[in-house]
């Protein structure tokens, strides 16, 4: 893979965490319940540190990285959707919007994992994927439990 595309690629990554980072901050200050404050401030500093990781291999190749999240790419992958379930004041809704901009994440990192990445990228994007789609199956089993 070329330099440019690889950078492409961890950029990509770097705004899909930057998204998550501050969707589950938005979240951990909308929801109700204790726990799940506690368990999205979690999540949004794991996507920062992620977007960290991934700025610092951007920066290894000489190039300026990806420094925000989208509004663009918060529209797109499902997070702006947040906003709406904070206005329902329901931990549920929140889950629900939760999960759906996991599903964008999962996808973000699957396709990062299908691109020709460099050994050593490869086994940090592997790593962190694993995470998200830990993060994401968290989500979704949460939001099951709490529509019951």
């Known amino acids: ?42 999540y949004s500093l794991q996507r920062s540190k992620f977007a960290g990781e991934l700025q610092q291999h951007v920066t290894e190749f000489g190039e300026e990285p990806e420094k925000d999240s989208s509004l663009a790419g918060a529209i797109h992958r499902g997070w702006i959707d947040l906003k709406t379930a904070f206005t329902k004041g329901d931990d549920h809704s929140i889950l629900v919007e939760c999960e759906r901009g996991e599903d964008y994440a999962v996808e973000a990192y699957n396709d990062a994992i299908d691109a020709e990445l460099p050994a050593n990228l490869r086994v940090l994007v592997e790593e962190q994927a694993a995470m998200v789609t830990a993060t994401h199956d968290d989500m979704r089993d949460r939001r099951d439990a709490a529509a019951e």
Not at 2 to 21: A, E, W
Not at 36 to 41: D, H, I, S
């Open 1 to 42: 893979m070329k330099t440019k595309d690889t950078v492409s690629t961890l950029n990509d990554l770097i705004q899909i965490n930057k998204d998550g980072q501050e969707g589950f901050k938005d979240a951990s200050e909308n929801v109700k319940n204790p726990e799940l404050k506690t368990l999205f401030a979690k």
